[in-house]
């Protein structure tokens, strides 16, 4: 049977024609196409046929080779960007929905409940706000980076917090200055922004008005990896490391989007960050991102 004498009976409106066909494409799956034979199986009505067809699919499956398994990290790097992607999406529609909604129950609520500014239903427009503004964050840290040249020393620096919180601890700063590095200065702000963020809250707990615990912020470049460590005085971390970095898992009774945040900036500048609890007290939280060379 010819590829074209196949096409006709298949296509032919006496299952008789179709059940040869069928047969004939059991026995001979390469006859045609596999699209051809697709559509057939789709196509058909009776049972019997279609088995015929499906048959054919079957050892077509089995005559190609497995395709191979990537390396660990070539599959790594396609499930991060799968994942940044996704994030992306997902924040951006949210906060499309969100933001409206919010501005519109504040609206609302103002006009409709007595002393709004002092009521219970200000402060819960408030925790929707800050919610809002952590999965902004999360938008913000999933995006492509964009590469240019900046003192990392600068940025680190421009990353400790507005707040009064801070003064409690130890803050030094200990890395070279001036750095410069090749990266996504505003990824790196959102990742170091958390990063310190997250050892002072760890702080707080021990801190006294005779003891200020201490939070070492270093940074530095090998000949393959820009690096920031910061590594903190406090409680500690007695939970599951990869779970520090899954979004709402936060133990310091706020949204938990910290540290994810910092894990997507890091992911965008296709980098790494990794937490290491301390042997005596405290974690060091590190961030590196590889170097980028043959960029004018």
């Known amino acids: 049977m010819t590829p074209e004498q196949f096409t006709a009976l298949v296509t032919s409106k006496r299952s008789a024609d179709r059940r040869l066909a069928g047969r004939e494409i059991a026995a001979n799956p390469g006859l045609v196409e596999r699209a051809i034979i697709e559509a057939a199986y789709h196509n058909e009505s009776v049972p019997y046929i279609r088995q015929q067809f499906a048959a054919a699919l079957e050892a077509l499956n089995a005559s190609q080779p497995a395709a191979e398994e990537p390396p660990a990290e070539q599959a790594r790097a396609i499930y991060d960007e799968a994942f940044l992607r996704a994030m992306r999406t997902v924040t951006e529609r949210v906060l499309h929905q969100l933001n409206p909604l919010i501005g519109d129950i504040e609206h609302a609520a103002a006009a409709e409940v007595p002393n709004f500014g002092s009521s219970r239903t200000k402060t819960a427009v408030g925790q929707m706000q800050l919610q809002a503004a952590a999965i902004e964050k999360l938008y913000n840290a999933s995006k492509p980076a964009i590469i240019e040249e900046f003192d990392l020393a600068t940025v680190i620096r421009n990353c400790l917090p507005n707040d009064l919180e801070h003064q409690r601890c130890s803050v030094s700063f200990a890395g ?14 959102i990742a170091v922004t958390n990063g310190i963020r997250n050892a002072i809250e760890a702080c707080l707990p021990t801190a006294k008005e005779d003891h200020k615990p201490a939070i070492i912020i270093n940074w530095g470049k090998s000949d393959r990896d820009n690096w920031i460590s910061i590594i903190d005085e406090g409680v500690g971390f007695t939970g599951s490391i990869p779970g520090a970095f899954e979004i709402g898992t936060s133990s310091k009774g706020h949204s938990g989007h910290g540290l994810p945040a910092a894990k997507a900036a890091m992911l965008s500048l296709s980098g790494t960050i990794e937490l290491l ?18 960029r004018n």
């Open 176 to 189: 070279v200055q001036p750095l410069m590095v090749q990266g996504d200065s505003s990824l790196v702000t």
């Open 277 to 294: 609890p301390q042997k005596d007290r405290g974690c060091a939280l590190t961030l590196s991102w590889p170097m980028i060379t043959g």
